[in-house]
């Protein structure tokens, strides 16, 4: 956990960075340029989330399961296989050696550490799984994202068969299919560790066993499945693709109506648990899926992904839902495995400045995303001649709130991760 | 109870995920499976178009220099990619392979010179060449339709 946590101070120094550097490429290029930067940045972020997800997966494993707290071979096998190829990888990106495909940029014999490390994860959670008294939601949304993930780790690497690569537009199709599920077999297993935390906060188990539940993580099972097409709506693909991404990318307006419906439940639930910093979190997370839900389902149709494909809205998107959902969550999975809430008052207000600061700047931080992905793409039709610095002046006024922001985002996180570390010291 | 008995033999382990999958959650959740593995079959065989071509040895190359310059951090191909360069994937056809070609040769002050060789930058160039054959990356306003979807042309 400890890793996870310098992973995601990595994460926000790399991308404040490589921020600066978008400004001023010039200076950059000359010691760290950007095509270094990204990577670093980009990994970081995915090896905060994936390893952040597990470490918090490993622990509730225990309170499932009533396994003793020793650490059996195959987690303390997942953990430093895991841990070491990342810091490997890290070389790799610092002399230069890339793979050169999206989010996974490192070279792709590095895969290799990850899958066996992967399936010692899978067996250290499938001998719980056996011990397991009973299966609540939150227990099939871990299995369903554990083994998603296998399934889209392995997809992801299928371009090493030559037949994948004889095309580009089925080695574009292919790369995002399985990106688009990976993204949501992590979101699995943190949302399970955000069902979990309620659970266990309002002591309340019926939460993890309606109907309703079990419809909406069959939901959204099928999303993971067939809706990552609307990543790719431009690449000139079977169009029987684009109906079936574009169709249930729009059955997620249902988890949009249930957010509205539970409105008044959720503030009455607030005013009970507000003194917690784990709930806390949880209500962040809560906001920022309503908000980047509607900004999903906008890019989700094609009419409007046609001016925010590829420009600095996918971004916020990225972001937005990584920063504002999946950390979130897992800073709350954490201060719960921490303890934060019983630290001294001292302590715990330097994650409450932290927290309401990373909050605000978050919000200008995306919305400015927002704002200068709208202008470049609205720009590239209007004025398809001009050359591309001419197509960013105004855009590049946007990045620098951008980076602005993030600075500040920098900062709130480092305020709350003191007391984390603080907290996981004494652990 | 069986969770202390399935320790002790790989049938009672087999007969604890048989009675799992006879559960009425765990039918729904194999039968999404099962769609979803052919669903991706259908995807692996027929989800594209064919290609003009099939990609040279030349083109090969380029492609891999492509991935080793790590040249999709600032750029993107059909809008997938990082943001602080343009797409490349019309450019052959809107400004010409020679064009292009002092780019990759020299770079810019704000894009990095690799120092490719003469041999590696024109493969890097076929190689763009040969994602401009695939398809157009914008999406002509006359394809949209009003259910708000996409019909692209279908070579
Ligand atoms: C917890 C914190 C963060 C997480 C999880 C995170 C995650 C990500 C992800 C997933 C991407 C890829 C986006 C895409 O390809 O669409 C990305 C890109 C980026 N991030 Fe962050 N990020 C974080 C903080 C920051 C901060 C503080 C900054 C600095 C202002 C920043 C600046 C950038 C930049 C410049 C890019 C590259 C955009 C491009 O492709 O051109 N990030 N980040």
Known sequence: MGFALVMLIATLFFGMLASFSYLNPEFYNQYIPFYQLRPMHVSAALFWIIGGATSCLLFFKKEVSEEGAKRTIAERLFINLWMITVVVIFLFYSFKKFGGREYWEFPPFLCLPLLISWLALMVAWFKAWLKAKDYPLYVWMWTAGICFFLFTFLEQNLYQIPWFRQSFLKEVIVQWKSNGSMVGSWNQIIYGCSLFLMVTLTGEDSIARTKTAYYFFFLSITNMMFNWGHHIYNVPSASWLRDVAYGISMTEWLFFIKMLQSFKEKMDERRKFKHLITYKFLIAAEVWVFFNLTLALLMSIPAINRYTHGTHVTVAHAMGTTIGINTMILMAAMSYILRVDELEIRDKRWVHWGYYISQASLVVFWVSLIIAGFLKGTRQFNFPHITYQELMVPVNYWLRVLSFSGAFLLLGFLLMLKTYFKALRKA | ?155
């Open chain 2, 1 to 155: 109870m069986l969770h202390t008995d399935a320790r002790h033999g790989g049938f009672l382990i087999f007969y604890r995920f048989l009675t799992f999958f006879l559960q009425d959650l765990s039918k729904i959740f194999t039968i999404l499976t099962i769609l979803f593995m052919l669903f991706s079959i259908a995807i692996y065989k027929n989800g594209n178009l064919e290609p003009k071509h099939l990609p040279s040895s030349k083109i090969m190359a380029g492609w891999k220099t492509w991935q080793d310059k790590n040249c999709q951090s600032c750029h993107q191909l059909f809008g997938l990619g990082g943001y602080l360069g343009p797409d490349l994937t019309n450019s052959v056809t809107e400004k010409g392979k020679p064009y292009l070609k002092v780019f990759v040769q020299y770079g810019t002050a704000r894009m990095p010179n690799f120092k490719l060789k003469e041999q590696e930058a024109d493969e890097v160039i076929e190689f763009l060449a040969w994602v401009d054959s695939s398809g157009k990356s914008r999406v002509p306003a006359e394809a949209v339709e009003w259910t708000g979807n996409y019909k692209l042309q279908e070579r």
